[in-house]
């Protein structure tokens, strides 16, 4: 109940709730079929193999004029321009992208945000706040599974009952039905990333993880990380497969002829949020115009 009270309270002094109504379920629009996942295995050669990050500071959201390539002023000026034409049909709706962690849904995340002027939120970021920090949230979970879960939960319900938020959210969202449930207060988008592509961030240390501490340079490990990573895909890729549509980075890499993930970035991954996000208002228009007495 302690560590509920604390997660409600991380949320609400943060971000106090708008007096405003969203969407129930039964209005919801109707979830699009599961996309087939993207599990894209790499040689574990090729994965410990540094990838030049010179671009990566490029990806960084909020750059203009000289810092920024004609087509990367291009993107931008077209996510303004396509958040602006769904702003409305929007109706303050909240978002919520569900995938692996890594940086590229951290960064989509802030820059869909801020096209559509909304907030953004962490949810692991707040459960960590309300169990008194990083290290005491990985205690928390070690001893009390169940009290780590439940703030999860409350996290997930205080925010579900606000509008005009992008959450990005952590792995206990798609675990449970109860926290499932509280997505679909809003639109879930899974962000499908290759697990070579997470792999490689996490032996680069651009994303924490346990395993990856005094990581030794070996083959022998990378594949070692790769394991790990498909047992917690398998896990929960039928929770990210309930989302409302799918960004996967290889099938928008596929499209602009990229044969490096980390050339497509973070603006043209949010562009194509944009785009499924109105598709699905599209879907909501006739549905509701089907729905009409004659």
């Known amino acids: 109940m302690a560590t509920r009270a604390a997660a409600s309270l991380a ?5 106090p709730p708008p007096n405003r109504v969203l969407p129930s379920s039964s209005a919801r629009i109707p979830s699009s079929s599961v996309v087939k996942p993207s599990v894209f295995l790499a040689s574990p ?5 540094p990838r030049s990050r010179s671009r990566r500071s490029t990806r960084a959201y909020g ?7 004609v087509a990367a002023q291009e993107t931008s000026l077209a996510v ?29 995340g802030k820059i869909l945000a801020d096209a559509l002027r909304y907030c953004y939120f962490d949810s692991d970021s707040l459960v960590e706040q309300a169990a008194g ?6 205690s928390l979970r070690k001893e009390d599974e169940k009290g780590f879960c439940d703030s999860e939960t409350e996290v997930l319900k205080q925010l579900s009952s606000m509008g005009r938020l992008v959450v990005c959210a952590g792995d206990g969202s798609v675990q449970t039905s109860t926290n499932l449930a509280y997505l ?9 990333v290759p697990l070579d592509y997470l792999a490689n961030e996490m032996l680069m240390g651009e994303v924490s993880s346990p395993i990856t501490v005094n990581a030794p340079e070996s083959d022998s490990f990378s594949e070692q990380v790769l394991e ?28 602009l002829g990229c044969e490096d993930f980390t050339s497509v970035t973070p603006e043209v991954m949010v562009l194509e949020v944009l785009k499924g996000l109105d598709r699905l208002m599209s879907v909501k228009k006739m549905m509701e115009a089907a729905a009409k007495p004659f």
């Open 11 to 15: 949320v609400s002094t943060l971000f």
């Open 45 to 49: 050669a090729a994965i410990r193999e």
């Open 63 to 69: 750059f203009s004029g000289a810092n920024m390539s």
């Open 80 to 108: 303004k321009k396509k958040a602006a034409e769904i702003l409305n049909d929007l109706k303050g709706t909240s978002i919520f992208l569900v995938g692996m962690n890594c940086t590229m849904k951290t960064d989509l």
């Open 133 to 138: 920090g990083v290290s005491a949230a990985k």
């Open 184 to 192: 679909r207060h809003g639109i879930s988008i899974w962000v499908d």
């Open 228 to 255: 790990s990573l498909m047992q917690q895909y398998n896990e929960l890729k039928e929770g990210f497969g309930t989302a409302d549509t799918t960004v996967s980075l290889q099938k928008v890499a596929s499209q």
